[in-house]
Structure formats: C-alpha cells, structure tokens
Nanobody, 123 residues
Framework: QVQVVESGGGLVQAGGSLRLSCAASGRTFSNYRMGWFRQAPGKEREFVAAISWSGRSTYYGDSVKGRFTTSRDNAKNTVYLQMNSLKPEDTAVYYC????????????????WGQGTQVTVSS
C-alpha cells in the first residue's frame, strides 16, 4: 500500500512558477506509476501529468504540455511537478496518485490518492 501527501501549493501571479511535491510512504513506491490530476470547482478531475516507475517515460495533458514537467526521485520516495508560465485557468486543487494498472491519463488507472493541494493563479 502507498500513502501520498502533496505539498507546495499556493498563490502565484500569472506567468509565475510553482513546484509541487508528492511524498509517498511504502517501500514499493518505485513500482508505481505516479500521476498528477487537478480539479477546479464545478469541473471534473483532469489529467495533468504522469511518470513511469523508472522515470524514463512521462505523459502530459494537452493543456500543460510545454509548461509543466514531472520528475521523480525513487530514493526519496518523492515525485515532483514543476509548473511554469502559470495561467489563471491552472487554478485548481492538484492531486498526486499512485497506480499499477494501465491508463496513465485516467482516474481509474490509480489506486492511491492524496488529499490535494490548492494552486491559485491570479491574473
């Protein structure tokens, strides 16, 4: 089993940057694909990014490609989401998730979720 806790959210002006971290517990962290999703008020949870267990493969949602980068450090049981050129439409609660099943871009592809961290981008 894996428990995940997100951190690093906050308020930033448009064009700014934030780095989210996701700390995971459990000795099998390195076996899991890790994903980032976000959910704005009144909207469905949206896929943001994912990274394979090895870190060699990454995937991004169309709305963040070229601006966001995900990485992981298996020695530290931590995954990161570097967010640059932030826009007001990036405002949402950001969730970290761990999964073994196929479906990197789908909520159903993940078994364990964090509580989320709020990111607010002001115009």
């Amino acid at each position: 089993q894996v428990q995940v806790v997100e951190s690093g959210g906050g308020l930033v002006q448009a064009g700014g940057s934030l780095r989210l971290s996701c700390a995971a517990s459990g000795r099998t962290f390195s076996n899991y694909r890790m994903g980032w999703f976000r959910q704005a008020p009144g909207k469905e949870r949206e896929f943001v990014a994912a990274i394979s267990w090895s870190g060699r493969s990454t995937y991004y949602g169309d709305s963040v490609k070229g601006r966001f980068t995900t990485s992981r450090d298996n020695a530290k049981n931590t995954v990161y989401l570097q967010m640059n050129s932030l826009k007001p439409e990036d405002t949402a609660v950001y969730y970290c998730a761990a999964g073994l099943e196929s479906g990197a871009a789908y909520v159903g592809g993940y078994d364990y979720w964090g509580q989320g961290t709020q990111v607010t981008v002001s115009s």
